[in-house]
Antibody, heavy 115, light 107 residues
Framework: QVQLVQSGAEVKKPGASVKVSCKTSGYTFSSYGISWVRQAPGQGLEWMGWISAYNGNTNYAQKIQGRVTMTTDTSTSTAYMDLRSLRSDDTAVYYC????????WGQGTLVTVSS | DIQMTQSPSSVSASVGDRVTITCRASQGISSWLAWYQQKPGKAPKLLIYAASTLHTGVPSRFSGSGSGTDFTLTINNLQPEDFATYYCQQANSFPRTFGPGTKVDIK
């Protein structure tokens, strides 16, 4: 069965970086893309970006462009989301989801940014 | 960017009711629309993609319709497990924007 398993919760200070992993199984990794979506406490879903696991092409939300890098490792079927220069408003649960149509999701990773 | 709106923002309903949620795109997106259900503390789950195609394992009481700019999610015979927040998302172009969500709670 298709599974996406994310890395554990993180606590970071403002200005630091965080790297969240999303290990996939149960399907051919390179045949699909991965989207990243975040959800601040009590808020709605915010699309962050997408990466093709086939060729590494990416598309990022303008709001975080320049601070985010999405990568994949096809040898381990794992996707990564690296967010830099963290601010308090980056505190959120971060999700990965298989594309197209985000049909399967990871369990979420809580990233807390606090001094 | 394509803006997505949803109405209502919340709805109170009873078990057995029919609930209809509307999603509108700021420009035409053909049928590139998905609906998700999210319960507190859980990841969203895909219900419907391509505006009207039910995802594997989703009960048939859920249905979607629409194309272009106006879309509808209908839940027939509302069940206790359906009380949740529902989001639409356009997949026509980047950025893949979400609607603000509709919370369905118990009357």
């Amino acid at each position: 069965q298709v599974q996406l398993v994310q890395s554990g919760a993180e606590v970071k200070k403002p200005g630091a970086s965080v790297k969240v992993s999303c290990k996939t199984s149960g399907y051919t990794f390179s045949s699909y893309g991965i989207s990243w979506v975040r959800q601040a406490p009590g808020q709605g879903l915010e699309w962050m970006g997408w990466i093709s696991a086939y060729n590494g092409n990416t598309n990022y939300a303008q709001k975080i462009q320049g601070r985010v890098t999405m990568t994949t490792d096809t040898s381990t079927s794992t996707a990564y989301m690296d967010l830099r220069s963290l601010r308090s408003d980056d505190t959120a649960v971060y999700y990965c989801a298989r594309e197209p149509f985000s049909d399967y999701w990871g369990q979420g990773t809580l990233v807390t940014v606090s001094s | 960017d394509i803006q997505m709106t949803q109405s209502p923002s919340s709805v109170s309903a009873s078990v057995g009711d029919r609930v209809t949620i509307t999603c509108r795109a700021s420009q035409g997106i053909s049928s590139w629309l998905a609906w998700y259900q999210q319960k507190p503390g859980k990841a969203p789950k895909l219900l419907i993609y391509a505006a009207s195609t039910l995802h594997t394992g989703v009960p048939s009481r859920f249905s979607g319709s629409g194309s272009g700019t106006d879309f509808t999610l209908t839940i027939n015979n509302l069940q206790p497990e359906d009380f949740a927040t529902y989001y639409c998302q356009q997949a026509n172009s980047f950025p893949r924007t979400f609607g603000p969500g509709t919370k369905v709670d118990i009357k």
